[in-house]
């Protein structure tokens, strides 16, 4: 039966002000279901916080740049370092933003065209934080520095070229989501690219970066043409090309991750239950598309990143903040993948306590992924120490057996409170926290903060402080069994609370 | 084996959905829970299987409280929906995981699984597929298999002729059939289809809004007084 032509010609307008509306709805009540008054005040009150510091930037950025760049002029620093600023930022949406994809998907049934859906979305994608926040800095920059510059003869077009690089910004992270659902190896590429262009870029002191944004932007600020024009056309092509892609994404829709060839591994029937729960561990990793990349990524982290990070003798001189390097080197997939231990068996949680499956048997074997997670990481880091700042591998030891003694207990002290259901793969987008609610980046305050601040009390004494952490984290491998009896009576304690909430699904 | 209800209720905020004063079951015993949608079946079975907490009242299996005592699990085989299966498993790795759960050796749970080629043929099965692959009606026949395989005192089954293909529900109608002659299995199996449940169960639990309406052993007559339920329910709710 053909859709009657008067609902599948629903005005442009009609189809925009029922979508917004829609959406509009959606929103509210999303909010209203969201985080507890805790979590919400102190979200509030770090976004508050952020954007005062943002605005003293803007406003009194000589003092800044005084402090750092000395011989230049607020303007040059800022034109100069303005591509770096956009690509530190885009880590930054690439990891939260929001995609419109699986927004459309609800209404592709309905009689509306599907040019009007995605010019919706598309639009209203632009409504995002990750486009307003930087011009709490931009906006004040502009009025003080930019407008005042005797070096400046067209101020409006500079301030024009930043907003077009947000809109460039928005759209190739669009893009590149849409593009690596499809192909997630050549974000792994795309990863080591970047890192060895940058570290080249960086310790050579080629400065091309720096070079093309001077350039672009100090000729923008001069009224050239050229250059901005190089922006339009950079922004419009990025814009039509995510357009298409969300087009095409929609009109041949991919409904799940396909695995052509299952790669399996056994382990001996003599490990028992625990053994074959560490497998169901190890294999839910790998067969699901956003487990695998939390262990991807701290693969990454732990080699090409730390690479990057010792390599540059400037960074992490202290004790203090090299303990941030520690953590990370041998404790990035527990603090990340960790703190969810139980929220990825959100889909079949069911599976495993109706089946004769002690929960003390469920958390030693996740301990135990845990821990060797710590193991693993350690030795793929320990050679990079080693070259580059041999003084750090004391400090890489006792991080060893912090993060697997420690780290690794508090995060299932909070995984065990957890009752937010993830989505490990069928719909989820690409790599990133969509979805993940506020409450787990809080969660890095208690798992993160308490080695780092202890390395501050310590600084003056930072081996004593590197015994002690080592220590600690010894004294707590060796009470294990203590922790597995711990979080199981806990488990059986809030085992319906955590029913309930994996049963709602993923947000 | 023995299970009872001893003045159960659980409701979801304001709406009782399960109210049940005293009711029980013994050892060997096939029951079949019918009744409209909404009438309290899957809280019925939730509350056995410990995944809902009643707000008053016990439920106790062989005596023990299911609230305090977890040894229920080592002697219940059940399935309720795909969230009992691990989806990023194959079919061969999730039984072989339901059988190590059960204390069982690859061996001998692939000799147990032989008993069941002719509902679901594991050695001609797919190993490279994952369940998340599979389409409704298999997924299910894996999650029954599962529940049927280790021969558990206790079977608890939601709708499984739902979604079957005819053979397989002739099958599945035999095994069960075969569960509680042979091996006097317990089994608590919630249907809609009236016709498989009269063939299958000899008691039968009516629910109607959360009560327990009828409770009676199947006879001949079962089936029209079933029939004559529902049609006067169903007028009730048109009128």
Not at chain 1, 80 to 108: E, G, H
Not at chain 1, 332 to 344: D, E, S
Not at chain 1, 349 to 355: I, N, P, S
Request: some cysteine; proline content about 4%; overall charge positive.
């Amino acid at each position: 039966m053909r859709t009657p032509s008067h609902m599948t010609s629903s005005t442009f307008l009609g189809s925009f002000g029922l979508l917004a509306k829609n959406q509009y709805k959606i929103a509210l009540r999303s909010m209203q279901m969201q985080q507890g008054w805790f979590v919400r005040i102190v979200i509030g009150l770090m976004m508050v916080y952020s954007a005062f510091i943002l605005l003293t930037l803007g406003f009194f950025f000589d003092r800044f740049s005084e402090e750092l760049w000395p011989s230049l002029d607020p303007l040059t620093v800022v034109n100069r370092y303005l591509l770096a600023m956009f690509v530190s930022m885009f880590f930054v949406r690439f990891l939260f933003q929001k995609t419109p994809k699986l927004k459309i998907i609800p209404y592709l049934h309905l009689p509306i065209r599907r040019s009007s859906l995605v010019a919706f979305f598309q639009t209203s994608s632009l409504f995002s934080i990750h486009n307003f926040y930087p011009l709490l800095f931009f906006i004040p920059f502009w009025m003080i520095y930019v407008r005042e510059s005797p070096l400046a003869d067209n101020q409006n077009m500079w301030l024009a070229a930043v907003v077009l690089l947000i809109g460039t910004s928005h759209f190739v992270n669009l893009l590149l989501r849409a593009v690596l659902q499809r192909k997630a190896g050549v974000f792994y590429a795309l990863m080591i690219v970047f890192m060895v262009t940058a570290f080249i870029d960086e310790t050579s002191g080629i400065g091309l970066q720096q070079r093309i944004s001077e350039y672009l932007f100090t000729g923008i600020l001069s009224g050239g043409l050229v250059e901005f024009s190089l922006l339009f056309c950079t922004f419009s092509l990025v814009t039509a090309a995510s357009t298409i892609q969300l087009t095409r994404s929609i009109n041949n829709p991919e409904t799940r991750e396909e695995v052509t060839r299952v790669t399996t591994f056994a382990v001996p029937e003599s490990w028992g239950l625990v053994g074959q729960l560490v497998r169901l561990e190890l294999l839910l990793m790998w067969r699901n598309r956003r487990p695998r990349h939390y262990m991807l990524v701290s693969l990454l982290f732990s080699t090409m990143y730390l690479l990057f990070m010792l390599s540059n003798a400037k960074a992490f001189s202290g004790y203090t903040m090299a303990a941030l390097l520690g953590l990370f080197a041998s404790g990035g997939f527990a603090l990340n993948y960790g703190q969810l231990m139980f929220g990825w068996d959100s889909e079949h949680y069911t599976a495993l306590v109706t089946r004769n499956i002690p929960f003390k048997a469920l958390v030693k074997a996740k301990l135990i992924v845990l821990q060797g997670s710590c193991v693993v990481l350690f030795v793929l880091s320990l050679p990079l120490f080693i070259w580059f700042r041999p003084e750090f591998v004391p400090l890489h030891f006792a991080f060893l057996f912090y993060n697997a003694g420690i780290t690794t207990i508090l995060v299932m002290e909070l995984a065990s409170r957890n009752s937010q259901a993830v989505d490990i793969g069928k719909s989820g987008g690409f790599f990133n926290y969509e979805g993940f609610s506020a409450k787990h980046w809080l969660w890095f305050i208690p798992t993160a903060l308490p080695p780092v601040l202890f390395m501050l009390a310590m600084h003056s004494r930072p081996g004593l402080g590197l015994i002690g952490l080592a220590t600690f984290g010894f004294i707590s491998i060796m009470l294990t069994d203590m922790w597995t009896k711990y979080f199981a009576k806990g488990l059986q304690a809030r085992k319906h609370t955590m029913i309930e909430g994996f049963s709602k699904g993923a947000n | 084996m023995r299970i009872e209800f001893d003045k159960v209720e659980k409701r979801f905020g304001s709406k009782v959905a399960l109210s049940i004063p005293a009711w029980s079951i013994e050892s060997g015993e096939v029951l079949g829970l019918v009744g409209s949608n909404g009438a309290g079946k899957t809280t019925f079975l939730r509350l056995l299987l410990d995944l809902l907490r009643p707000n008053t009242g016990s439920i106790k299996i062989n005596g023990r409280s299911l609230a305090v005592d977890a040894s229920w699990r080592g002697i219940t085989g059940s399935f309720l929906d795909r969230s009992f299966l691990i989806e990023y498993l194959t079919i061969p790795e999730y039984l072989e995981f339901v059988g190590a759960s059960f204390g069982f050796s690859k061996k001998e749970t692939y000799e147990r699984l032989a008993h069941f080629e002719s509902f679901l043929p594991i050695s001609r099965v797919d190993s490279t597929r994952l369940l998340r692959d599979l389409s409704t009606g298999n997924a299910k026949k894996v999650g029954i298999l599962a529940a049927l395989f280790p021969t558990p005192e206790l079977v608890v089954l939601d709708e499984p002729f739902a979604n079957l293909d005819p053979p397989s529900q002739i099958r599945l109608k035999d095994i069960l059939i075969r569960a509680a002659q042979v091996e006097h299995t317990t089994m608590i199996i919630s249907s809609h289809d009236l016709g498989h449940v009269m063939e299958v169960c000899g008691r039968i639990t009516l629910l109607a809004e959360g009560k327990i309406s009828r409770d009676i052993e199947t006879s001949p007559e079962t089936l029209a007084e079933l029939n004559t339920f529902f049609a006067s329910e169903e007028s009730a709710s048109a009128t």
